[in-house]
């Protein structure tokens, strides 16, 4: 089963404040929801070829897997690969200037197998829902202080 989506969501705070909080590895916990914990698995800054191994709770069930940044724009554009995971996936951010703040573009696209094949149609809007969660936890973060 193939999974494409994507979720927006504007920001009352300006672009390189987002940016810097959200591709910070550090932070994911803080903001992706269904994360139980996430580290990076390399030494020195993050950038391409920084993998980060992440612990997670999706459709009840525990998930571990790892994605390495495949291309880093600073304050624009973060792309991620699955090189461990029971679905292999790429996930995109994209971050632009909008009147009042920013716009951040999350995309998640891959092909699920095992048991997440089994969650079929499901699993699209398991996805699109996690990503709405996270934006808005993101989003009440930076707004908030």
């Known amino acids: 089963m193939s999974v494409d989506v994507t979720v927006e969501k504007d920001i009352g705070r300006d672009r390189g404040a987002v940016a810097a909080?959200?591709?910070?590895?550090?932070?994911?916990?803080?903001w992706i929801t269904a994360l139980r914990s996430a580290r990076t698995l390399d030494g020195g800054p993050v950038g391409v070829g920084t993998r980060v191994e992440r612990v997670a709770s999706f459709l009840g069930r525990r998930m571990e897997y790892v994605n390495e940044i495949v291309e880093l724009?600073?304050?624009s554009r973060l792309v991620m690969r699955s090189v461990k995971a029971p679905f292999p996936m790429r996930v995109v951010y994209e971050l632009e200037d909008v009147p009042g703040?920013?716009?951040?573009?999350?995309?998640?696209?891959?092909d699920a197998g095992?048991?997440?094949?089994?969650?079929?149609?499901l699993l699209?809007?398991?996805v699109r829902r996690g990503i709405e969660k996270d934006l808005a936890e993101l989003k009440r973060l930076m707004e908030t202080g």
Request: glycine share 18%; charged share 25%; aromatic share 8%.
């Open 124 to 126: 699209g809007a398991a």
């Open 21 to 30: 909080f959200a591709m910070d590895p550090a932070n994911d916990t803080r």
């Open 114 to 121: 095992g048991f997440y094949r089994i969650a079929g149609p």
């Open 101 to 110: 703040g920013t716009r951040m573009r999350i995309r998640a696209a891959g």
């Open 73 to 75: 724009e600073a304050g």
